[in-house]
């Protein structure tokens, strides 16, 4: 196989790929097979290898959409009134179920990202980098400590009240600024 730039031969490698993507920044494809160019380091993929880089990339798509906030998201009669069509139009769009507007599916119903069909709305394409974009989840910090089986219960001391709550309760009511006693 000859390059298509400059037409020198390919050499087939094997190994872990670094591959560039407007959606991600970059993402890694360990153990591909592809072919290099050592005279302008061209690179091709074999169909397999582009096969699982495609996804890797939906993976991780799909984990950065699942990590943004709801309230982030609007239905189908939302998103359909902010582009001037049917709720109908919206699931039959070529471009949008293509992926040109970002969604997520949850118990069978499909939301789509506001600022991606924004983005849509102008320019035909509501596809931004997802790297860049920051959730809210990521602005706090999860701290882990061990229960040991005799403190699996907590009491919050209110005046001369105890109330035996679960851990889980502790947990949010830590992030209020609650403290709890252990017993």
Sequence with gaps: MKCYNCGVILSKKSGTLQIPS???NNYVVE???YFLCLSC???ILTNEAWKKAE???SEQIKRLLGSMPINDFVGAS????LLGMSRQAIHKHRRIRRGFVYSVTLEGKTFYNLESLMLFKETGDGRFNLA???STLEKYVLITLPILPSQNR???QSGKEKET???WKKSLRIAKGQRYATT
Excluded: Q, R
């Design 154 to 156: 907590f009491t919050k």
């Design 55 to 57: 996804e890797i990339e």
């Design 22 to 24: 407007d959606t991600l």
């Design 41 to 43: 380091g061209e690179i």
């Design 132 to 134: 860049n974009k920051t």
């Design 78 to 81: 939302k998103a359909a009134s």
């Design 31 to 33: 153990n591909v097979d």
């Design 165 to 167: 709550i679960s851990p």
